[in-house]
């Protein structure tokens, strides 16, 4: 019986000792996802260089510039001029879209003329043509590179909309003439101008120019 009490008094003691040096385990934070990222630095992001969506603007695009020795002023000019030639291609998507749901659902020309349209239409959008633009943001990475957000509200996207349409109607009256059926130059253009359809997604360039 005695040597029965020590055996189990000493296993008690030793589970004690080792409970007491064993030390908790640690938890280690697990690092919440970076959503967006720099392209040359990989570093976290705002979402709006990744195109997330800003409020208050129906079409936006995000262009950079390197760091330059001329300085911010010069970078972020050159940063918008890249930003409105991206942005003037998302306008001649978002035009084609609104022709061709216009078209579906007036039933107003077949494809091929709706085809005509949209390239007669296109071609007076410009990234010069983009005069209603504004710079929302900008931010520097840690690379020295100078990235930009330019957009376009709904009201100046629909006017760009209908200048091109009457512009293109004039230039290319044969073109349109089974098109707009009965309506007057300004109905036509204001009704495609309202179309709604779904938002545009910026395009990336196959490779990355070197700008100065």
């Known amino acids: 019986m005695r040597n029965l009490f020590f055996v189990t008094f000493s296993t008690v003691t030793l589970m ?3 409970g007491c040096g064993s030390a908790p385990a640690k938890v280690e934070p697990v690092a919440a996802a970076v959503s967006c990222t720099f392209p040359n630095t990989k570093e976290a992001a705002p979402g709006w260089v990744c195109d997330e969506p800003v409020a208050g603007a129906a079409v936006t695009a995000v262009g950079s510039a390197q760091k330059s020795q001329a300085g911010v002023a010069f970078m972020k000019q050159m940063a918008a001029a890249d930003a409105r030639v991206q942005l003037a291609q998302m306008m001649r998507i978002q035009v084609t879209n609104m022709i ?3 078209a579906e659902n007036t039933g107003a020309a077949n494809q091929a003329t709706v085809d005509q349209v949209n390239s007669s239409v296109t071609k007076q959008i410009t990234n010069e043509s983009l005069v209603g633009t504004r710079l929302l943001r ?4 840690s690379d020295g590179t100078l990235y930009v957000l330019v ?3 709904e009201a100046s ?3 760009i909309t209908e200048v091109a349409i009457k512009t293109s109607l004039n230039n290319d009256r044969a073109v349109w003439q089974q098109f707009r059926a009965q309506k007057g130059q300004d ?4 009704d495609i101008a ?3 359809i779904e938002p545009v997604v910026q395009p990336k360039p196959e490779t990355d120019k070197p700008k100065n």
Request: aromatic letters at 4%.
């Open 16 to 18: 004690g000792l080792v």
């Open 100 to 102: 061709k749901q216009y």
């Open 138 to 141: 900008s931010i520097t990475a």
């Open 151 to 153: 957009g376009l509200d």
């Open 157 to 159: 996207a629909q006017q």
């Open 187 to 190: 109905e036509l253009a204001a």
């Open 194 to 196: 309202r179309q709604k």
